[in-house]
Protein backbone atom coordinates (compact mmCIF):
# COMPACT_ATOMS: atom_id res chain seq x y z
CA UNK A 1 0.00 0.00 0.00
CA UNK A 2 2.65 2.58 0.52
CA UNK A 3 3.14 5.21 -1.94
CA UNK A 4 -0.42 5.35 -3.37
CA UNK A 5 -2.00 8.20 -3.77
CA UNK A 6 -5.84 8.88 -2.47
CA UNK A 7 -8.61 9.49 -5.05
CA UNK A 8 -11.63 11.51 -3.33
CA UNK A 9 -15.38 11.76 -4.22
CA UNK A 10 -18.55 12.73 -2.62
CA UNK A 11 -21.37 10.19 -2.39
CA UNK A 12 -24.53 10.68 -1.03
CA UNK A 13 -23.54 14.20 0.78
CA UNK A 14 -20.42 12.15 2.21
CA UNK A 15 -17.05 13.02 1.29
CA UNK A 16 -15.53 9.45 0.09
CA UNK A 17 -11.94 8.82 -0.41
CA UNK A 18 -9.66 5.37 -1.56
CA UNK A 19 -6.67 4.62 -2.68
CA UNK A 20 -5.53 4.77 -6.47
CA UNK A 21 -4.30 1.83 -7.28
CA UNK A 22 -2.69 2.42 -11.18
CA UNK A 23 0.72 1.98 -12.91
CA UNK A 24 2.77 4.95 -12.49
CA UNK A 25 1.86 7.76 -15.39
CA UNK A 26 -1.78 7.28 -15.06
CA UNK A 27 -2.96 10.58 -14.33
CA UNK A 28 -5.18 10.62 -10.97
CA UNK A 29 -8.61 12.38 -12.17
CA UNK A 30 -9.27 15.80 -10.55
CA UNK A 31 -13.12 15.19 -11.09
CA UNK A 32 -14.81 11.78 -9.93
CA UNK A 33 -18.63 11.62 -10.78
CA UNK A 34 -21.01 8.59 -9.73
CA UNK A 35 -21.91 6.37 -12.69
CA UNK A 36 -24.71 4.01 -13.95
CA UNK A 37 -26.83 2.44 -16.54
CA UNK A 38 -28.26 6.04 -16.98
CA UNK A 39 -25.34 7.40 -18.26
CA UNK A 40 -25.30 7.31 -22.28
CA UNK A 41 -22.27 6.27 -24.27
CA UNK A 42 -22.25 9.84 -25.95
CA UNK A 43 -22.66 11.50 -22.15
CA UNK A 44 -19.29 8.97 -21.02
CA UNK A 45 -17.26 10.05 -23.74
CA UNK A 46 -17.68 13.80 -23.54
CA UNK A 47 -17.33 13.48 -19.19
CA UNK A 48 -13.91 11.37 -20.05
CA UNK A 49 -12.30 13.90 -23.03
CA UNK A 50 -12.44 16.20 -20.14
CA UNK A 51 -10.92 14.87 -17.67
CA UNK A 52 -13.71 13.21 -15.53
CA UNK A 53 -13.43 10.08 -13.84
CA UNK A 54 -16.60 8.09 -13.82
CA UNK A 55 -17.01 6.03 -10.37
CA UNK A 56 -19.39 3.00 -11.65
CA UNK A 57 -22.14 1.97 -9.58
CA UNK A 58 -24.15 -0.53 -11.70
CA UNK A 59 -23.49 -3.92 -13.59
CA UNK A 60 -20.45 -4.29 -14.37
CA UNK A 61 -20.87 -6.01 -17.40
CA UNK A 62 -23.25 -2.99 -18.50
CA UNK A 63 -19.76 -1.30 -17.64
CA UNK A 64 -17.62 -3.31 -20.28
CA UNK A 65 -20.26 -2.52 -22.84
CA UNK A 66 -20.00 1.12 -21.93
CA UNK A 67 -16.20 0.91 -22.07
CA UNK A 68 -16.69 -0.74 -25.54
CA UNK A 69 -18.73 2.10 -26.67
CA UNK A 70 -16.50 4.96 -25.88
CA UNK A 71 -13.74 3.15 -27.71
CA UNK A 72 -15.75 2.50 -31.16
CA UNK A 73 -16.38 6.34 -30.72
CA UNK A 74 -12.60 7.12 -30.21
CA UNK A 75 -11.65 4.73 -32.91
CA UNK A 76 -13.84 6.05 -34.99
CA UNK A 77 -12.26 7.56 -38.48
CA UNK A 78 -12.15 11.53 -38.13
CA UNK A 79 -11.94 13.21 -41.59
CA UNK A 80 -8.75 15.73 -41.47
CA UNK A 81 -7.59 18.48 -43.87
CA UNK A 82 -4.94 17.38 -45.87
CA UNK A 83 -1.32 19.60 -45.21
CA UNK A 84 -0.78 21.66 -47.84
CA UNK A 85 2.34 20.38 -49.89
CA UNK A 86 5.90 22.55 -49.12
CA UNK A 87 8.76 21.28 -51.13
CA UNK A 88 10.69 23.11 -48.39
CA UNK A 89 9.19 21.46 -45.16
CA UNK A 90 11.97 19.53 -43.53
CA UNK A 91 10.86 16.24 -42.07
CA UNK A 92 10.85 15.78 -38.58
CA UNK A 93 12.64 12.83 -37.10
CA UNK A 94 9.65 10.11 -35.27
CA UNK A 95 6.84 12.93 -36.33
CA UNK A 96 4.73 9.14 -37.53
CA UNK A 97 5.89 7.68 -34.19
CA UNK A 98 5.41 10.63 -32.00
CA UNK A 99 1.83 11.30 -33.08
CA UNK A 100 0.75 7.57 -33.12
CA UNK A 101 1.80 8.09 -29.52
CA UNK A 102 0.35 10.85 -28.34
CA UNK A 103 -2.57 9.38 -30.30
CA UNK A 104 -2.39 6.36 -28.39
CA UNK A 105 -1.69 8.17 -25.30
CA UNK A 106 -4.93 9.98 -25.40
CA UNK A 107 -6.95 6.92 -26.25
CA UNK A 108 -6.41 5.27 -23.44
CA UNK A 109 -6.89 8.36 -21.10
CA UNK A 110 -10.03 8.41 -22.66
CA UNK A 111 -10.58 4.55 -21.80
CA UNK A 112 -9.20 4.58 -18.52
CA UNK A 113 -11.78 6.91 -17.27
CA UNK A 114 -14.48 4.42 -16.19
CA UNK A 115 -13.36 3.56 -12.53
CA UNK A 116 -14.09 0.69 -10.63
CA UNK A 117 -13.70 0.32 -6.42
CA UNK A 118 -12.10 -2.87 -4.90
CA UNK A 119 -13.85 -3.98 -1.30
CA UNK A 120 -10.45 -4.55 1.22
CA UNK A 121 -10.49 -8.01 0.43
CA UNK A 122 -10.12 -6.92 -3.91
CA UNK A 123 -13.86 -7.86 -4.17
CA UNK A 124 -16.18 -6.28 -6.20
CA UNK A 125 -19.69 -5.35 -4.85
CA UNK A 126 -21.43 -4.57 -8.13
CA UNK A 127 -23.52 -7.51 -9.51
CA UNK A 128 -22.85 -9.72 -12.12
CA UNK A 129 -18.98 -8.83 -11.26
CA UNK A 130 -16.66 -11.61 -11.82
CA UNK A 131 -14.04 -12.52 -8.80
CA UNK A 132 -10.73 -10.64 -9.03
CA UNK A 133 -9.66 -11.54 -5.88
CA UNK A 134 -6.67 -13.60 -6.64
CA UNK A 135 -5.65 -11.84 -9.84
CA UNK A 136 -5.27 -8.76 -7.57
CA UNK A 137 -3.36 -10.33 -4.97
CA UNK A 138 -1.03 -11.88 -7.36
CA UNK A 139 -1.02 -7.88 -9.23
CA UNK A 140 -0.66 -6.24 -5.81
CA UNK A 141 0.16 -8.40 -3.13
CA UNK A 142 -1.88 -9.75 -0.50
CA UNK A 143 -4.90 -7.48 0.25
CA UNK A 144 -4.80 -4.85 3.85
CA UNK A 145 -8.70 -4.25 4.02
CA UNK A 146 -8.15 -0.62 2.40
CA UNK A 147 -10.21 -0.05 -0.17
CA UNK A 148 -9.11 1.33 -3.88
CA UNK A 149 -9.93 2.37 -6.87
CA UNK A 150 -8.75 1.16 -10.31
CA UNK A 151 -9.79 1.67 -14.15
CA UNK A 152 -11.94 -0.76 -15.69
CA UNK A 153 -9.11 -1.38 -18.55
CA UNK A 154 -6.85 -2.04 -16.12
CA UNK A 155 -8.40 -4.33 -14.15
CA UNK A 156 -9.37 -6.25 -17.23
CA UNK A 157 -5.31 -6.05 -17.74
CA UNK A 158 -4.80 -7.54 -14.12
CA UNK A 159 -7.21 -10.41 -15.58
CA UNK A 160 -5.84 -10.89 -18.64
CA UNK A 161 -2.33 -11.34 -16.88
CA UNK A 162 -3.48 -14.11 -14.12
CA UNK A 163 -4.80 -16.18 -16.90
CA UNK A 164 -0.98 -15.45 -18.80
CA UNK A 165 0.39 -16.68 -15.45
CA UNK A 166 -1.59 -19.05 -15.15
CA UNK A 167 -2.01 -20.78 -18.46
CA UNK A 168 1.58 -20.10 -19.54
CA UNK A 169 2.97 -18.90 -22.97
CA UNK A 170 4.99 -21.71 -25.36
CA UNK A 171 7.95 -19.97 -26.30
CA UNK A 172 9.73 -22.03 -29.60
CA UNK A 173 13.44 -22.88 -28.82
CA UNK A 174 16.04 -25.19 -30.05
CA UNK A 175 13.30 -27.46 -31.50
CA UNK A 176 11.56 -27.80 -27.92
CA UNK A 177 8.96 -25.04 -26.43
CA UNK A 178 9.70 -23.63 -23.37
CA UNK A 179 6.50 -22.68 -21.03
CA UNK A 180 7.16 -19.41 -19.62
CA UNK A 181 4.99 -17.70 -16.93
CA UNK A 182 4.65 -14.19 -17.28
CA UNK A 183 3.58 -12.53 -13.93
CA UNK A 184 1.77 -8.83 -13.98
CA UNK A 185 3.98 -6.08 -15.58
CA UNK A 186 6.61 -8.18 -16.49
CA UNK A 187 6.76 -8.07 -20.67
CA UNK A 188 5.81 -11.71 -22.11
CA UNK A 189 8.18 -12.87 -24.82
CA UNK A 190 5.19 -13.22 -27.39
CA UNK A 191 7.74 -12.19 -30.09
CA UNK A 192 9.82 -15.25 -30.52
CA UNK A 193 12.07 -14.39 -33.08
CA UNK A 194 14.36 -12.82 -30.67
CA UNK A 195 14.62 -15.85 -28.58
CA UNK A 196 15.43 -18.13 -31.78
CA UNK A 197 18.33 -15.71 -32.35
CA UNK A 198 19.70 -16.61 -28.82
CA UNK A 199 19.39 -20.39 -29.56
CA UNK A 200 20.68 -20.00 -32.81
CA UNK A 201 24.38 -17.88 -32.55
CA UNK A 202 27.21 -19.57 -32.04
CA UNK A 203 28.42 -20.01 -28.34
CA UNK A 204 31.86 -17.93 -27.85
CA UNK A 205 35.07 -20.35 -27.44
CA UNK A 206 35.26 -18.75 -24.23
CA UNK A 207 32.65 -20.16 -22.45
CA UNK A 208 35.01 -23.73 -22.44
CA UNK A 209 37.15 -21.84 -19.98
CA UNK A 210 34.77 -20.19 -17.79
CA UNK A 211 31.06 -21.25 -18.49
CA UNK A 212 29.36 -18.44 -16.97
CA UNK A 213 27.07 -16.00 -19.00
CA UNK A 214 25.34 -13.00 -17.58
CA UNK A 215 21.48 -12.39 -18.84
CA UNK A 216 21.04 -7.91 -18.94
CA UNK A 217 17.53 -7.59 -18.18
CA UNK A 218 16.29 -11.36 -17.14
CA UNK A 219 12.28 -10.78 -17.46
CA UNK A 220 10.67 -13.15 -17.53
CA UNK A 221 13.95 -15.41 -17.49
CA UNK A 222 13.13 -17.20 -21.17
CA UNK A 223 17.25 -16.21 -22.42
CA UNK A 224 18.34 -17.14 -19.16
CA UNK A 225 16.96 -20.47 -19.77
CA UNK A 226 17.89 -21.18 -23.15
CA UNK A 227 21.64 -20.33 -22.64
CA UNK A 228 21.21 -22.97 -19.71
CA UNK A 229 19.51 -25.32 -22.02
CA UNK A 230 22.54 -24.98 -24.75
CA UNK A 231 24.63 -26.07 -22.37
CA UNK A 232 25.97 -22.88 -20.09
CA UNK A 233 26.68 -24.52 -16.80
CA UNK A 234 25.95 -20.85 -14.83
CA UNK A 235 24.09 -18.22 -15.73
CA UNK A 236 23.28 -15.13 -13.81
CA UNK A 237 20.42 -13.26 -14.77
CA UNK A 238 19.82 -9.49 -13.62
CA UNK A 239 16.73 -6.53 -13.30
CA UNK A 240 16.05 -3.74 -11.96
CA UNK A 241 12.35 -4.62 -11.60
CA UNK A 242 11.47 -6.52 -8.42
CA UNK A 243 8.63 -8.01 -10.13
CA UNK A 244 11.03 -9.31 -13.18
CA UNK A 245 13.18 -11.09 -10.51
CA UNK A 246 10.54 -13.09 -9.04
CA UNK A 247 9.08 -13.95 -12.34
CA UNK A 248 12.57 -15.26 -13.68
CA UNK A 249 13.07 -16.80 -10.32
CA UNK A 250 9.35 -18.15 -10.50
CA UNK A 251 9.85 -19.66 -14.73
CA UNK A 252 13.68 -20.93 -14.12
CA UNK A 253 12.14 -23.12 -11.10
CA UNK A 254 9.04 -24.59 -13.26
CA UNK A 255 11.99 -25.48 -15.49
CA UNK A 256 13.76 -26.84 -13.16
CA UNK A 257 17.28 -24.91 -14.03
CA UNK A 258 16.94 -23.04 -10.65
CA UNK A 259 20.55 -24.40 -9.53
CA UNK A 260 22.50 -23.59 -12.86
CA UNK A 261 20.35 -20.35 -13.26
CA UNK A 262 20.74 -17.46 -10.40
CA UNK A 263 18.88 -14.02 -10.56
CA UNK A 264 19.87 -11.08 -8.53
CA UNK A 265 18.20 -7.50 -8.22
CA UNK A 266 20.65 -4.81 -9.92
CA UNK A 267 20.91 -2.28 -11.95
CA UNK A 268 22.69 -3.58 -15.54
CA UNK A 269 25.19 -6.37 -14.98
CA UNK A 270 26.25 -8.42 -12.07
CA UNK A 271 29.73 -8.08 -10.34
CA UNK A 272 32.34 -9.57 -12.19
CA UNK A 273 33.33 -10.95 -15.29
CA UNK A 274 31.45 -13.64 -17.69
CA UNK A 275 32.36 -15.58 -21.35
CA UNK A 276 29.25 -14.52 -22.39
CA UNK A 277 26.67 -11.60 -21.67
CA UNK A 278 23.54 -11.46 -23.18
CA UNK A 279 21.05 -8.16 -23.27
CA UNK A 280 17.94 -7.25 -25.06
CA UNK A 281 17.03 -3.94 -24.00
CA UNK A 282 13.93 -2.01 -24.91
CA UNK A 283 13.99 -0.93 -28.30
CA UNK A 284 12.28 2.30 -28.95
CA UNK A 285 13.93 5.42 -27.43
CA UNK A 286 10.95 6.79 -25.86
CA UNK A 287 9.48 7.40 -22.15
CA UNK A 288 7.92 4.57 -20.83
CA UNK A 289 4.55 5.51 -18.99
CA UNK A 290 3.41 2.21 -17.65
CA UNK A 291 4.85 -0.99 -16.02
CA UNK A 292 4.90 -3.06 -19.50
CA UNK A 293 6.15 0.41 -21.25
CA UNK A 294 9.72 -0.09 -19.51
CA UNK A 295 9.67 -3.42 -21.96
CA UNK A 296 9.62 -1.60 -24.69
CA UNK A 297 10.59 2.02 -24.48
CA UNK A 298 14.10 2.98 -23.19
CA UNK A 299 14.25 6.77 -22.62
CA UNK A 300 17.48 8.49 -24.52
CA UNK A 301 18.87 4.95 -24.64
CA UNK A 302 19.77 5.12 -21.38
CA UNK A 303 19.82 1.33 -21.16
CA UNK A 304 21.17 0.69 -24.15
CA UNK A 305 24.39 2.68 -23.64
CA UNK A 306 24.86 1.69 -20.42
CA UNK A 307 24.85 -1.93 -21.57
CA UNK A 308 27.63 -0.79 -24.15
CA UNK A 309 29.92 1.10 -21.95
CA UNK A 310 29.81 -1.16 -19.15
CA UNK A 311 30.22 -4.48 -21.42
CA UNK A 312 34.03 -4.66 -21.82
CA UNK A 313 34.58 -4.53 -18.17
CA UNK A 314 32.43 -7.35 -17.86
CA UNK A 315 33.86 -9.66 -20.49
CA UNK A 316 36.47 -11.96 -19.89
CA UNK A 317 39.28 -12.29 -22.40
CA UNK A 318 37.69 -13.71 -25.75
CA UNK A 319 34.19 -13.36 -24.28
CA UNK A 320 31.74 -12.11 -26.54
CA UNK A 321 28.43 -9.97 -25.62
CA UNK A 322 25.25 -10.79 -27.58
CA UNK A 323 22.85 -7.23 -28.38
CA UNK A 324 19.50 -8.44 -29.40
CA UNK A 325 18.05 -5.34 -30.89
CA UNK A 326 15.28 -4.37 -33.60
CA UNK A 327 16.02 -1.56 -35.96
CA UNK A 328 12.18 -1.01 -35.78
CA UNK A 329 13.62 2.74 -34.54
CA UNK A 330 16.19 3.65 -37.21
CA UNK A 331 12.63 2.85 -39.66
CA UNK A 332 10.80 5.11 -37.31
CA UNK A 333 13.33 7.84 -37.66
CA UNK A 334 14.48 7.75 -33.58
CA UNK A 335 17.82 6.48 -33.99
CA UNK A 336 20.52 5.61 -36.43
CA UNK A 337 22.45 3.12 -37.57
CA UNK A 338 25.32 5.48 -36.93
CA UNK A 339 24.15 6.55 -33.66
CA UNK A 340 23.82 2.85 -32.31
CA UNK A 341 27.70 1.95 -34.39
CA UNK A 342 29.63 5.22 -32.68
CA UNK A 343 28.09 3.98 -29.37
CA UNK A 344 29.50 0.42 -29.75
CA UNK A 345 32.97 1.66 -31.17
CA UNK A 346 33.18 4.64 -28.25
CA UNK A 347 32.92 2.07 -25.89
CA UNK A 348 36.16 -0.03 -27.06
CA UNK A 349 34.02 -2.95 -28.57
CA UNK A 350 33.82 -4.20 -32.07
CA UNK A 351 31.17 -6.36 -34.24
CA UNK A 352 32.30 -9.45 -34.53
CA UNK A 353 29.59 -10.42 -36.28
CA UNK A 354 25.39 -10.27 -36.71
CA UNK A 355 22.64 -12.13 -36.94
CA UNK A 356 18.60 -11.33 -38.68
CA UNK A 357 15.45 -12.23 -38.45
CA UNK A 358 12.18 -11.19 -40.02
CA UNK A 359 9.41 -10.58 -37.37
CA UNK A 360 6.37 -12.46 -38.32
CA UNK A 361 4.10 -11.27 -35.50
CA UNK A 362 0.18 -9.94 -36.67
CA UNK A 363 1.16 -5.68 -36.84
CA UNK A 364 3.81 -6.77 -39.98
CA UNK A 365 0.27 -7.62 -41.97
CA UNK A 366 -1.61 -5.10 -40.62
CA UNK A 367 -1.99 -2.12 -43.36
CA UNK A 368 -4.00 -0.22 -40.97
CA UNK A 369 -1.35 0.29 -38.31
CA UNK A 370 -0.55 4.04 -38.69
CA UNK A 371 3.62 2.65 -38.10
CA UNK A 372 2.69 -0.04 -40.67
CA UNK A 373 5.62 0.39 -43.54
CA UNK A 374 8.76 0.72 -40.20
CA UNK A 375 7.15 -2.35 -38.92
CA UNK A 376 7.28 -4.12 -42.49
CA UNK A 377 10.71 -3.40 -42.84
CA UNK A 378 11.86 -4.34 -39.27
CA UNK A 379 14.50 -6.71 -38.98
CA UNK A 380 15.51 -7.82 -35.18
CA UNK A 381 19.62 -8.72 -34.88
CA UNK A 382 21.65 -10.36 -32.59
CA UNK A 383 24.88 -8.37 -32.56
CA UNK A 384 28.01 -10.28 -31.61
CA UNK A 385 30.39 -7.82 -29.85
CA UNK A 386 33.69 -8.31 -28.60
CA UNK A 387 36.60 -6.32 -26.92
CA UNK A 388 39.03 -4.26 -29.63
CA UNK A 389 42.30 -4.18 -29.03
Known sequence: MTG?????????????????????????PKTVVLADDTLTADSAYRLACAGTGLLWRSDFQNARQLLQA????IDKPKKTRAPKASGDAAQVPGAAFHAHRLAQSQRNRVLSAILIELDGDYGLGLRRAPDVRLACAQAFGAAQGQRSVISLRSLQGVVGAFEWRKNGVEVPAMGEALRIYPH???????????????????LP?????????????????????????????QVVGSDLSE?????????????GL??????????????GQAALVVCNPPWLPARPVGLLDQAVYDEGSQMLKGFLAGLREHLCEGGEGWLILSDLAEHLGLRSREALLGWIADAGLMVLGRLDAKPVHAKVQDTSDALHAARAAEVTSLWRLGTAG
Open 4 to 28: LSELHWTENGEARSALWRMDAGAAM
Open 243 to 255: RAVACARDNLQRL
Open 205 to 233: EALQAQSLAFDVGVGTGVLSAVLARRGVA
Open 258 to 271: QNQVQVVQTHLFPP
Open 184 to 202: YGVFSPVRGEYVDLVAQAP
Open 70 to 73: MARR
